[in-house]
C-alpha cells in the first residue's frame, strides 16, 4: 500500500516540477531582459555625460595649475622682499612680508585651485553646481551586476558590459566634430574629451564595480585609442593643414590632457613625444615663414629703388 501511495505522488510531483521549472526560467528570462533595458540606459547616460565630465576633470586641472603657479610667484615675491631689506631688523621684514600678502586676494587663490584644492578632490562641485560624474548614477550599474551574480552570471555580465563599453568607446572615436568648418582643433579636442571622460568612468567602475572590469582593460583600451588618436595627429602633423593657425591650441589642450590622464596612471609618453615634435616643427616653419616674409618685402623695395632708412645708433 505505502508503494502505490510513493508512485502516484512520484506521478503527481513530475508534472509539478516540470511547470516550477518553466515558471522559473520565465522569470529569470524577464529579470534578464529588464536587467539588460537597465544597462542599456545607463550606458547611454555614460556615454551623454562623458565629455562633460572631461571638460570639468580639465578645468579643475587648469586650475591647479594656475594656482601653482600664483603660488610661485607668491613665494619669488617674498623672497625679492627679503632680499631687498635684508639689513633691516626682522621685525621690519616680516611687516614687509605681511603686507605683501596682504595685497593678495585670497578668493583668486581659492577660485583658481592652489593649494586648498589639490588636484583630484572636491569632485562633487563644479560648474552648473555639481560635478557631472555625480550625475551618472552608478547603482543602476551595481544593480544590474547584482541581479546576475543572483542568477550565477557575473562573469557574463562583465563580459557583456566590456563589449558594450568597447564598442562605444570605437563609436566616440570614429566621430568627426568640426568637419565642416575645416578645424582640427575641434576634431581632435572632442575626441579626447571623449576618451577622457570615458576613461574616467571606467576607473570609477574599476574602484566600485566589484570586478566588472580589471586595470588590464582600462590600460588595453586606452592604447587602442591612443593609437588612433596619434594616427590623427600625425597625419595632421605631415598635411600642415593650419599647422600655424592651430598648432598652440591643439598642443595645450593635449599637455592639459595629459596631466589628467597621468594622474589615472595611464601612458603618455606618446602625447607628450608628439607635443614635443610640434612646438619643434612650430618654431622652424614660424621662422621660414618669417624668412619669406621679410624676403618679399626687401624684394619689393628693391623693386621700387626705395632708398634704405638711416638708422642711428643711441646712446
Same mark, same amino acid.
Given at each position: 500500500? &505505502?508503494?502505490?501511495?510513493?508512485?502516484?505522488?512520484? $506521478?503527481?510531483?513530475?508534472?509539478?516540477?516540470?511547470?516550477?521549472?518553466?515558471?522559473?526560467?520565465?522569470?529569470? *528570462?524577464?529579470?534578464?531582459?529588464?536587467?539588460?533595458?537597465?544597462?542599456?540606459?545607463? =550606458?547611454?547616460?555614460?556615454?551623454?555625460?562623458?565629455?562633460?565630465?572631461?571638460?570639468?576633470?580639465?578645468?579643475? @586641472?587648469?586650475?591647479?595649475?594656475?594656482?601653482?603657479?600664483?603660488?610661485?610667484?607668491?613665494?619669488? &615675491?617674498?623672497?625679492?622682499?627679503?632680499?631687498?631689506?635684508?639689513?633691516?631688523?626682522?621685525?621690519?621684514?616680516?611687516?614687509?612680508?605681511?603686507?605683501?600678502?596682504?595685497?593678495?586676494?585670497?578668493?583668486?587663490?581659492?577660485? @583658481?585651485?592652489?593649494?586648498?584644492?589639490?588636484?583630484?578632490?572636491?569632485?562633487?562641485?563644479?560648474?552648473?553646481?555639481?560635478?557631472?560624474? $555625480?550625475?551618472?548614477?552608478?547603482?543602476?550599474?551595481?544593480?544590474?551586476? #547584482?541581479?546576475?551574480?543572483?542568477? *550565477?552570471?557575473? *562573469?557574463?555580465?562583465?563580459?557583456?558590459?566590456?563589449?558594450?563599453?568597447?564598442?562605444?568607446?570605437?563609436?566616440? =572615436?570614429?566621430?568627426?566634430?568640426?568637419?565642416?568648418?575645416?578645424?582640427? #582643433? *575641434?576634431?581632435?579636442?572632442?575626441?579626447?574629451?571623449?576618451?577622457?571622460?570615458?576613461?574616467?568612468?571606467?576607473?570609477?567602475?574599476?574602484?566600485?564595480?566589484?570586478?566588472?572590469?580589471?586595470?588590464?582593460?582600462?590600460?588595453?583600451?586606452?592604447?587602442? @585609442?591612443?593609437?588612433?588618436?596619434?594616427?590623427?595627429?600625425?597625419?595632421?602633423?605631415?598635411?600642415?593643414?593650419?599647422?600655424?593657425?592651430?598648432?598652440?591650441?591643439?598642443?595645450s589642450h593635449l599637455a592639459l590632457s595629459c596631466t589628467v590622464l597621468a594622474h589615472y596612471g595611464l601612458d603618455i609618453d606618446p602625447l607628450k613625444q608628439f607635443t614635443h615634435d610640434s612646438v619643434e616643427m612650430y618654431g622652424k616653419t614660424l621662422q621660414k615663414e618669417c624668412t619669406q616674409?621679410i624676403g618679399a618685402i626687401c624684394s619689393e623695395d628693391l623693386s621700387r629703388k626705395l632708398p634704405p632708412l638711416p638708422v642711428s645708433r643711441e646712446g
Open positions: 500500500h &505505502d508503494r502505490v501511495e510513493f508512485r502516484k505522488v512520484i $506521478s503527481v510531483s513530475k508534472p509539478l516540477a516540470t511547470f516550477l521549472r518553466q515558471q522559473a526560467k520565465h522569470v529569470q *528570462d524577464a529579470m534578464q531582459q529588464q536587467v539588460g533595458e537597465e544597462l542599456n540606459g545607463w =550606458l547611454l547616460d555614460a556615454r551623454t555625460y562623458a565629455k562633460e565630465i572631461a571638460r570639468q576633470k580639465l578645468e579643475q @586641472a587648469r586650475g591647479v595649475l594656475v594656482g601653482a603657479q600664483e603660488t610661485s610667484g607668491h613665494q619669488e &615675491d617674498m623672497i625679492r622682499v627679503i632680499r631687498q631689506n635684508w639689513n633691516k631688523p626682522l621685525k621690519d621684514i616680516v611687516d614687509q612680508v605681511v603686507a605683501q600678502r596682504e595685497n593678495v586676494n585670497p578668493f583668486e587663490t581659492t577660485q @583658481a585651485g592652489g593649494l586648498r584644492s589639490p588636484f583630484g578632490t572636491n569632485e562633487s562641485k563644479g560648474r552648473g553646481g555639481g560635478f557631472a560624474l $555625480s550625475n551618472l548614477d552608478f547603482t543602476t550599474l551595481y544593480r544590474c551586476r #547584482y541581479l546576475y551574480s543572483r542568477l *550565477d552570471k557575473s *562573469d557574463h555580465f562583465a563580459e557583456k558590459y566590456r563589449e558594450q563599453r568597447g564598442l562605444q568607446l570605437k563609436s566616440d =572615436l570614429e566621430r568627426r566634430v568640426g568637419q565642416a568648418s575645416g578645424s582640427f #582643433y *575641434d576634431q581632435i579636442s572632442d575626441s579626447m574629451e571623449r576618451v577622457i571622460g570615458f576613461l574616467i568612468i571606467e576607473d570609477r567602475v574599476l574602484h566600485t564595480g566589484q570586478g566588472i572590469i580589471e586595470l588590464e582593460d582600462i590600460h588595453a583600451m586606452w592604447e587602442e @585609442a591612443l593609437q588612433v588618436l596619434l594616427d590623427r595627429l600625425h597625419a595632421w602633423l605631415e598635411s600642415g593643414k593650419n599647422f600655424l593657425s592651430e598648432a598652440t591650441s591643439i598642443c616674409w
